[in-house]
Structure formats: structure tokens, C-alpha cells
């Protein structure tokens, strides 16, 4: 099936499609979730929600074409990640103690394997780890980080910030093994 045709089953209520649908993008969904939220079950809950929001909201969404339909169920699921650590107020900011003051080589970085990279990520407290996730892989300015997590701008700045300087302890640490 295409990416047009499963948004046409599933917006007919087809089931096929809807199934499509979850074998398709439910591990790059759960990847995601996982980034966020740093625990695979509060993940798969995550991942659940979505899919029931998402499967009821098909009259919502139009198709825009390729890549249009995963962009939506990339942005569902980073808002209900956001929304699950906001509702449980995960995002306090905090102290940026012990947090090393320079920043690793960009090619040392390359030295670390990408599952490692992101158990680092995942490691991370989850205020510097939303932030950290929305400005690096969603590409979102600290305007729009700070309207989401409902902080200052100067709050996401300086999370992302406390973000950095901690996984780049995590990653001279490890590069020091």
C-alpha cells in the first residue's frame, strides 16, 4: 500500500489500512517516544494514545502528499510526549551541577555508535531531554520550545544548553573507556 492509499483506507474506517498504518510507522513512533520519554513502557502507552487519536481524527488530517502522512503521526506523537511530561511535571528545570564546561569534537561524536548516542539522550533528565529533542530533531526555535513546554524562552535556552554540557560529559566518558 502507499503512503495515499493507507490515508485513504484508514480515513474510510478500512482496517486493513489502519493495520498498515501501525506496522508501518509504530516503530518509528515508539523510537520517538522513547527519545522523549526514556522508559519503553511509558512509550508504548504513548504510542497507544496515538493511535486512538489518530484513527478518530483521519476527517482532520488532509493528505499533502508523500511524507505528509508521517510528518502528522511524527508531530501527534511528539505533542503527546510533551503533553505526558508536562502533565507530570517532568520539565522542572535543574541545577547544572557537575556539567562539564566544553563541548566535545564534532568528529569525536562520530566515534559514538547512534544506539549509544541515544541511551545517552534518553539518560539525559527529561526537561534538558525535551528540549534537547525539540531543537535538535524536530527543529523547533526555543520561541516555540517555550510555548510548548509553557517556560521562557531564556528556560529553554538554558535547558538545551545544561543539555549539552551533560551529554557531553556522558560522551568524553565514554570515549575515555
Not at 505526558?84 to 556539567?99: E, F, Q, S, W, Y
Not at 524562552?153 to 560522551?171: G, Y
Request: with cysteine.
Amino acid at each position: 500500500m502507499t503512503e495515499e492509499e493507507i490515508y485513504e483506507g484508514c480515513r474510510s474506517g478500512d482496517d486493513a489500512a489502519r493495520k498498515e498504518l501501525y506496522v508501518r510507522y509504530a516503530g518509528k513512533l515508539l523510537a520517538i517516544g522513547m527519545r522523549y520519554l526514556a522508559d519503553k513502557e511509558s512509550a508504548e502507552d504513548t504510542l497507544h494514545d496515538v493511535f486512538v487519536k489518530v484513527y478518530g481524527s483521519f476527517g482532520k488530517f488532509k493528505y499533502l502528499g508523500s511524507g505528509s502522512l508521517q510528518a502528522w503521526l511524527t508531530r501527534v506523537m511528539v505533542n503527546e510526549c510533551v503533553g505526558k511530561l508536562r502533565g507530570n511535571r517532568l520539565l522542572a528545570t535543574i541545577p547544572a551541577d557537575n556539567v562539564a564546561d566544553d563541548l566535545p569534537e564534532p568528529d569525536s561524536v562520530k566515534e559514538v555508535p547512534a544506539k549509544v548516542l541515544m541511551r545517552m539522550i534518553g539518560e539525559l533528565p527529561a526537561g534538558y531531554r525535551a528540549v534537547f529533542n525539540l531543537f535538535v530533531f524536530e527543529k523547533k526555535s526555543h520561541k516555540e520550545i517555550a510555548e510548548m513546554l509553557g517556560v521562557s524562552e531564556k528556560t529553554s535556552s538554558s535547558q538545551f544548553l545544561r543539555a549539552r554540557k551533560a551529554l557531553s560529559r556522558k560522551i568524553y566518558e565514554y570515549l575515555d573507556k
